[in-house]
Nanobody
Framework: QVHLVQSGGGVVTPGASLRLSCEASERTFSSYAIGWFRRPPNEEREFVAAISDNGASAKYSDSVEGRFTISRDHAKNTVYLQMNNLEPEDTAVYYC?????WGQGTQVTVSS
């Protein structure tokens, strides 16, 4: 069964950085765009960022533009989300998604 395995996340203070990883179980995912989403406490899941199949283009939500960077390593079948200058509002469970397959979710907590 195809799946996406996430790693990274944790508890940090405002202004800190974290990197999330999303590794695909099959190389097939290298041919498709992959996105990151998040679900803040008591809110709906929302779009964060996405990257094209070849990694040449990326999109970001307004709330993370300039602070987060999405990238991918085809050799490792992995997509990353580098999160800098984290804010308490970034606290959420983060998910990667491609072809309708969701990662297991990773908790990110930003608190002083």
């Amino acid at each position: 069964q195809v799946h996406l395995v996430q790693s990274g996340g944790g508890v940090v203070t405002p202004g800190a950085s974290l990197r999330l990883s999303c590794e695909a179980s099959e190389r097939t995912f290298s041919s498709y765009a992959i996105g990151w989403f998040r679900r803040p406490p008591n809110e709906e899941r929302e779009f964060v960022a996405a990257i094209s199949d070849n990694g040449a283009s990326a999109k970001y939500s307004d709330s993370v533009e300039g602070r987060f960077t999405i990238s991918r390593d085809h050799a490792k079948n992995t997509v990353y989300l580098q999160m800098n200058n984290l804010e308490p509002e970034d606290t959420a469970v983060y998910y990667c998604n491609s072809l309708g397959v969701w990662g297991q979710g990773t908790q990110v907590t930003v608190s002083s």
